[in-house]
């Protein structure tokens, strides 16, 4: 990795001169890519609180995909060596979560841990002598001139100490059963999933599709599929067709969908290339987890994944969440391996158009079907020692150092934090089909679809004597369709109460109807659970949803309550006139809100 200068402390020529601490024990970590390194950062916490002990980090240069790895080593804050002089430097233990690159050069002790859910996919070594051997079990990548790279080779279960054995037995005895701590981290915060939901916007009722993709062009953000399974264009590429059946079936409010895609995708092709491909599924509501944190709280949190071959989709499987496969190369994987079990074992999207049900139904049959103990065999597959890789790799790597381990604290992992709230926001237009039901107080069923779809309803619950249903369009007015919003039956603005570019609310809501005079109703949203509205005759109300029997408040976007106000009013001219109450449908979820008439204030 070029332009990391030398170091002169806390190792160098004169470093004696300049440190603080003298006598310590010296761990240098070896980052090939984001992906290895965020696996070595899991065990960081490891060495906490340890005054004996000096961290390093450095970067082979070998990897392809080299984007985003001086960030990450400035953000881990430890001391950052060039590669150079990192192979002239003493070193009492050395980690690292990859092959590649010189490690033969590395004269120390030598850890290698794997960098995914074990060794599972077939890939060929620089001047491999074997036809795609298993990546991190063949002689290709574990020995130099027949001897073991590793010091320690962890495993995490004794599956992957068989086929150690099977593949090259001349380093099986370099093997340390240690588990796993990547999946020990998740498994800690399963009991924070209705968090990680909220924090990720979902809502009552609502269920989060996670899609998720490994890297390559087998995955599924890169596969294509064969000639008449799918309609997926003239490329046969399987993304385009899967992004847009996902946004035009599935109900904006009753379904949240988010996409954890493999840091080789976001660093090789460049975020603002990937933002660019997705800019289209993202302005109709999806989501995307950063490359670095998150995509574990977004798999606890999800009711199903749709994946491929990769570790993550592997890991949803492990801890109960129902998996749907859009690809599965089995030909890319070892077919001794978990995860090419989960291949056999999973259920798979079919492409077919008129050969079975939408894409929505299979997502639906998935989830409605799944019994948590499906994948019951391949998830004590994942880890010998469930909860137990921190106390297992710290006494690995104490030993193999010669110092006796800290007495005075356990080995703790750092757990998963709270990912930042991000609610849904969606830009492009939205179809709304809405249906008055008769009652006290009075019920609006409201089903949202992106404009890129026909919107549908299901059948009415009241009786014959309900309203017939109503179609109107919503539109944001920060949408890259700018020509919408003189169409637009109500236009939408999101942004603080006291946003002083854009409110107050009741300014900007006179605004608006100025704005855009084919607009009925100019929506003003400021919290996750209320909005301010005002209709074209200039009444002004606020929408306010009550908060559940917890006293959290109703994560359901506040536009929705301003469609089924839209359609009392629509009804009945008169309706505001008493109006205090309404409920809203959303799928299977109801909500409440309440209804405030606010002070009118001409504008000056």
Request: glycine content about 8%.
């Amino acid at each position: 990795m070029g332009g990391v200068a030398r170091l002169r402390v806390p190792v160098g020529e004169d470093a004696e001169r300049w440190i603080t601490r003298t006598g310590c024990r010296r761990v240098l970590f070896i980052v090939h890519n984001v992906t290895s390194a965020t696996r070595l950062l899991d065990t960081l916490p490891l060495f906490d609180g340890d005054l004996r002990v000096q961290l390093f980090a450095t970067c082979t240069g070998s990897s392809p995909f080299l984007a985003g790895v001086p960030e990450l080593l400035t953000r881990s804050g430890l001391p950052v060596l060039p590669w150079a002089q990192a192979k002239d430097t003493d070193f009492d233990l050395a980690i690292t979560a990859s092959y590649g690159g010189e490690l033969d050069a590395f004269q120390g002790k030598l850890v290698v841990l794997s960098h995914g859910v074990g060794y599972n996919k077939r890939l060929a070594a620089p001047h491999a002598k074997h036809r795609a051997p298993v990546f991190g079990m063949s002689p290709d990548w574990l020995l130099q001139d027949g001897r073991p790279l590793a010091t320690a080779t962890v495993l995490s279960h004794p599956e992957q100490v068989e086929r150690l054995n099977t593949y090259c037995p001349e380093a099986a005895p370099t093997a340390v059963l240690a588990g796993d701590p990547c999946y020990d981290r998740i498994l800690a915060a399963l009991p924070r999933r209705d968090s990680f939901r909220r924090a990720l916007g979902v809502g009552p009722g609502q269920r989060l599709i996670v899609l998720n993709s490994t890297w390559s062009s087998l995955s599924l953000f890169g596969a294509t599929v064969e000639d008449g399974e799918a309609q997926t264009g003239s490329t046969g590429d399987l993304l385009p067709w899967l992004l847009s059946r996902l946004a035009a079936e599935l109900p904006v409010d009753e379904y949240r969908v988010t996409a954890v895609l493999h840091p080789n995708i976001w660093y090789g092709h460049g975020p603002g290339q990937l933002r660019a491909w997705l800019a289209h599924a993202r302005q109709a509501g999806l989501d995307t987890i950063p490359p670095l944190d998150g995509w574990r709280q977004a798999l606890i949190a999800a009711d199903c994944v749709i994946g491929d071959h990769g570790s993550v989709t592997y890991y949803a499987a492990s801890i109960g969440v129902p998996v749907l496969l859009g690809t599965f190369p089995e030909q890319a994987l070892d077919p001794l391996s978990p995860v090419a079990a989960l291949g056999r074992a999973a259920p798979r999207i079919d492409h077919r158009p008129g050969l079975s049900g939408a894409l929505r139904d299979q997502i639906d049959h998935v989830i409605d079907s799944h019994k948590p103990d499906r994948y019951r065999e391949l998830a004590a597959q994942t880890s010998s020692s469930p909860g137990e890789s921190g106390a297992l790799l710290r006494h690995l790597f104490y030993r193999l150092m010669d110092l006796p381990e800290p007495t005075d604290h356990p080995a703790l992992l750092a757990p998963l934090p709270l990912p930042p709230y991000s609610p849904a926001r969606r830009t492009a237009p939205i179809h709304v089909l809405t249906q008055v039901l008769h009652g006290d107080p009075p019920e609006v069923e409201v089903v949202r679809r992106n404009a890129t779809s026909g919107p549908g309803l299901p059948k009415p619950r009241g009786g014959a004597e309900d309203h017939p249903p109503q179609a109107h369009t919503v539109v944001d007015e920060e949408t890259e369709h700018a020509g919408r919003l003189s169409a637009a039956d109500i236009v939408v603005q999101h942004a603080a109460a006291d946003d002083p570019r854009i409110g107050p609310p009741e300014a900007w809501t006179t605004e608006a109807l100025a704005r855009y005079p084919s607009c009925g109703l100019a929506v003003y949203t400021y919290a996750p659970d209320r909005c301010v509205a005002r209709t074209r005759e200039g009444t002004l109300v606020r929408l306010t949803a009550v908060a559940g029997p917890d006293g959290r408040p109703d994560l359901c976007e506040p536009a929705v309550y301003a469609s089924a106000l839209y359609a009392l009013t629509s009804a009945s001219a008169s309706w505001l006139d008493t109006a205090v109450e309404i409920l809203v449908r959303t799928g299977e979820a109801v909500h409440r809100v309440t209804v405030d008439r606010l002070p009118h204030r001409p504008p000056p």
